[in-house]
């Protein structure tokens, strides 16, 4: 049963950092993409970063170019998303989602594309 537990987020200062966490169980992390989505209150679900992890390829949005990295442990079959110079529109809930592809570069920031989803971690950034 393919499973994913966020973790890592919390309160933090504008300007601070934190690393979320993407445990992932089930299933073997190389044969699948791995993405990070943000959701702030009242808004659409914002696709972040992606890992083709079968490719070794990453992906970021814009939005996050350069303050945000992610990267894996494929031994530990985890995924972390590296948050820094955080500002207060970061805040929201952020999910790491699965789905596997043999296509080359399968990222993707369409919600719809991923098959599974962990519960959640919440990430706020005020003064």
């Known amino acids: 049963q393919v499973q994913l537990v966020e973790s890592g987020g919390g309160p933090v200062q504008p300007g601070g950092s934190l690393r979320l966490s993407c445990a992932a169980s089930?299933?073997?992390?190389?044969?699948?993409?791995i993405g990070w989505f943000r959701q702030a209150p009242g808004q659409e679900r914002e696709g972040l970063s992606c890992?083709?992890?079968?490719?070794?390829?990453?992906t970021y949005a814009d939005s996050i170019m350069g303050r945000f990295t992610i990267s894996r442990d494929s031994a530990k079959n985890m995924v972390y998303l590296q948050l820094n110079s955080l500002q207060p529109e970061d805040t929201g809930v952020y999910y790491c989602a699965a789905y596997t592809s043999t296509t080359f570069n399968a990222c993707s920031f369409s919600p719809s594309e991923y098959k599974n989803w962990g519960q959640g971690t919440q990430v706020t950034v005020s003064s």
């Open positions: 089930g299933f073997i992390l190389d044969e699948y993409v």
């Open positions: 890992f083709d992890n079968r490719h070794g390829i990453r």
